[in-house]
């Protein structure tokens, strides 16, 4: 049988439980679901704020606009990226009318506080830090560039759920920070995602925005009373990027596994960094002290990532690349070569099978054929 990437593992009859009460009180849209899964995020995390989404690109679109317009930044002013991410994150600085300025990557492969030092302009309002697969990097010496500065620090969190750094949230310290809830992440809904702003001023107006601009949405209307409860305002020029309450359903349920799934998925990464441990042809990526890392991904760098990604297909085990550095793409090529370490990464990087469904004796395969191709 062939050993996927990621395959998502739902707890099927809960969801169906959650779902089910949605369908039979007709209510499957934003409402009584959405509302229950932020609160229940926002005692998990600690966050003061939490708005369930319909995914988390639209959260990164949320904040950078909302970012922009209640600090009057202007057209083309810069944001500290890293080129190693997907692409949704410098897609939401871009259509925000900013300019993504990429900084390099360290050992962790998130942002280089040394390489971000040199980019910060008379233009730099904010730095967005990614965890790329759950890990932490060097976000505390982020969050002082950020202080020092006078710059806004968003976190995008789309791999982070459940990571902690010195037992807390890293997002809790963020002006913003965007989860992810996609299919594949580590809390599988089909599509979703919550975004977490420090400020409760800018979370209400995060939730006028995300329903094109309405100022009471559907669910706020049916529970209000008067003759007037259809009635509503139009402040802004919205998007329709709120969430569901199937999606919040699942959610719901998923949150109850995640500490356990994590817990698994860190058990994998370590079956793998024990299996390379003497091969000094494949490296893998560090994790820094105090950080309980997600483990989104696991990714080993290999002189010849493509043959080997080629001759595991052959075996029928399909790992992944994560990611192909942004500035190789035509949108950014403006910064193409100014990121030797992310390009040597995104060239060399492999992430291997990780997921709920795997055994040791699958895991045991992928390590054995890795070995295989690296020391031939």
Not at 174 to 189: E, G, H, I, M
Request: glycine letters at 6%.
């Amino acid at each position: 049988m062939a050993i996927q990437l990621f395959v998502p593992t739902f707890d099927v009859e809960a969801c169906l439980s959650e779902i089910r009460e949605c369908l039979e009180k007709g209510w499957p849209g934003m409402g009584f679901k959405t509302l229950a899964f932020e609160e229940e995020w926002k005692k998990y995390t600690g966050h003061k704020n939490a708005y369930f989404l319909n995914s988390a690109t639209a959260g990164l679109n949320l904040a950078f606009d909302i970012l922009k317009e209640n600090n009057n930044w202007a057209d083309n002013d810069e944001v500290i990226t890293t080129p190693l991410t997907f692409i949704s994150t410098n897609h939401a600085i871009a259509l925000a009318g900013l300019k993504p300025v990429f900084a390099d990557v360290d050992e962790y492969l998130c942002l280089d506080p040394e390489s971000v030092k040199k980019m910060i302009t008379k233009k730099t309002k904010a730095i967005i830090f990614v965890g790329l697969g759950g890990n932490t990097g060097r976000y505390e010496e982020i969050k002082k560039i950020c202080k020092d500065n006078g710059l806004k620090l968003i976190l995008d969190a789309a791999h982070m759920s459940g990571t902690r750094l010195n037992g807390k949230f890293p997002g809790l310290d963020a002006d913003v920070a965007v989860y992810s809830f996609q299919a594949v992440k580590n809390l599988p809904t089909a599509d979703s995602g919550m975004i977490c702003f420090a400020d409760e001023k800018l979370d209400k107006e995060a939730r006028v925005k995300a329903w094109l601009g309405i100022n009471k949405d559907t669910y706020a209307r049916t529970s209000a009373g008067g003759n007037y409860k259809w009635k509503y305002d139009v402040e802004y020029i919205g998007n329709k990027y709120h969430g569901n309450s199937i999606m919040a359903a699942i959610g719901l349920v998923q949150l109850r596994h995640l500490e356990e799934d994590n817990e698994y998925r860190r058990k994998i990464a370590a079956q793998y960094r024990a299996g390379f441990a003497k091969c000094d042809k494949i490296k893998t990526v560090p994790i820094p002290e105090g950080c309980l890392n997600s483990q989104h991904l696991f990714q080993i760098i290999v002189d010849d990532r493509d043959g080997l990604l080629a001759f595991l297909n052959e075996n029928d085990i399909y790992p992944g690349v994560h990611y192909i550095e942004n500035t190789q793409y035509r949108m950014y090529d403006y910064a193409k070569g100014t990121c030797p370490k992310a390009t040597y990464v995104s060239d060399h990087v492999l992430s291997l099978p990780l997921h709920m469904r795997l055994t040791e004796a699958d895991v045991n395969l992928v390590i054995e054929k890795v070995l295989e191709y690296v020391q031939k």
